[in-house]
């Protein structure tokens, strides 16, 4: 099966980087995803990673090893608006290459 | 664009009820996928599809039916509710890279 951990929640203060880490186990590993998921909303896509290495999207960053069954994301330059969940995804290759699970999620609160 | 929609935003129904919660894409992707959320459990995937006329089950499929007769549509089916199926209910869909989720269904079974 799989297992995807988390920190259940994180703090930081605005202007300030933080980084939500994600650790898996996972069998026929084919990609890990982050989301983010503000209150009573959908989640939108926010970085797919694939290979070792950095994956760089303005303020946010992606990092993932493979061997270490290891991601985490990085927020730059916080603002008030990044107060929200993050939500660390694993894809297997199940079926079809389509099987996705879940983290619980990190709900990151931004102060000011 | 409209991206992905589902119908209904919310419903109430009572146990062993029956209804169809209905996801629409409009940007011709294969794979479409529906999830449920619960506090402290996270998105948990409930049956996929990766085409039309193809399904496959996820993570926790009992009680669900699914079915994708179109391409554009996929359709998530509760033939005898029970109050364990209260939940959000997601849709998604996508390519490769990058998923599109649909605004949420809140349901909840009395």
């Known amino acids: 099966g799989q297992n995807i951990d988390q920190p259940t929640e994180m703090t930081a203060t605005e202007g300030a980087i933080v980084q939500i880490n994600c650790t898996y186990q996972t069998s026929g590993f084919n990609g890990l995803f982050w989301y983010q998921q503000h209150a009573g909303e959908a989640p939108t896509f926010l970085s797919y990673n694939v290979l070792d290495g950095l994956e760089e999207k303005g303020r946010f960053s992606s990092f993932l090893s493979r061997s270490k069954g290891y991601s985490y994301l990085l927020l730059k330059e916080l603002q008030m608006k990044d107060s929200a969940s993050y939500l660390c995804a694993v894809r297997d290759q199940r079926n079809y290459g389509q099987n996705f699970v879940f983290g619980p999620g990190t709900r990151l609160s931004v102060l000011p | 664009n409209a991206g992905v929609t589902q119908t209904p935003k919310f419903r109430v129904l009572k146990t062993g009820q029956s209804m169809t919660l209905l996801c629409a894409q409009d940007?011709?992707?294969?794979?479409m996928y529906w999830y449920r959320q619960d506090p402290g459990m996270g998105l948990r995937l409930i049956h996929y599809s990766v085409g039309e006329g193809t399904t496959a089950k996820g993570e926790v499929p009992d009680g669900y039916n699914v079915s994708r007769l179109k391409k554009q549509n996929f359709l998530l089916g509760l033939e005898s509710a029970a109050p364990s199926q209260t939940s959000v209910y997601f849709c998604a869909s996508g390519q490769r890279y990058g998923y599109t989720f649909g605004s949420g269904t809140r349901l909840t079974v009395v």
């Open positions: 940007m011709n992707h294969e794979y």
